[in-house]
């Protein structure tokens, strides 16, 4: 397991923008894939982005896909997520999941994500 902890988080209006943050623990941050998940009020937790083990790849949901950029420093044990053009339905708990990998993979099944961060809360004003 890898310890993650997101940061970042706050409250911003429509059309604003926001980035987060998840700082991982070990050395071995390069081996795996990371992804950014969120989870609002009384829903399941949903797929945003993710990123491959050397960020050569992304993918995103289409309801952020052109708004949302992830990116990782692996010398710094930190991925990111960018999020402008924000919407009031971008509003929830964004947690960042990892995925160990021997190979540049990518998904968007949270069963598949091993490990938590505790989540930070954005919040988009209309």
């Known amino acids: 397991q890898v310890q993650l902890v997101e940061s970042g988080g706050g409250m911003v209006q429509a059309g604003g923008s926001l980035r987060i943050a998840c700082r991982a623990s070990?050395?071995?941050?390069?081996?795996?894939?990371m992804g950014w998940f969120r989870q609002a009020p009384g829903e399941e937790r949903a797929f945003v982005a993710s990123i491959s083990r050397s960020g050569s790849s992304k993918y995103y949901a289409d309801s952020v896909k052109g708004r949302f950029a992830i990116s990782r420093d692996n010398a710094k044990n930190t991925v990111y997520l960018q999020m402008n053009s924000l919407k009031p339905e971008d509003t929830a708990v964004y947690y960042c999941?990892?995925?160990?990998?021997?190979?540049?993979?990518?998904?968007?099944?949270?069963?598949?994500?091993?490990?938590w961060g505790q989540g930070t809360q954005v919040t988009v004003s209309s």
């Open positions: 070990g050395r071995t941050f390069s081996e795996y894939a």
């Open positions: 999941g990892s995925h160990y990998s021997d190979y540049e993979w990518l998904g968007d099944d949270p069963q598949l994500f091993g490990s």
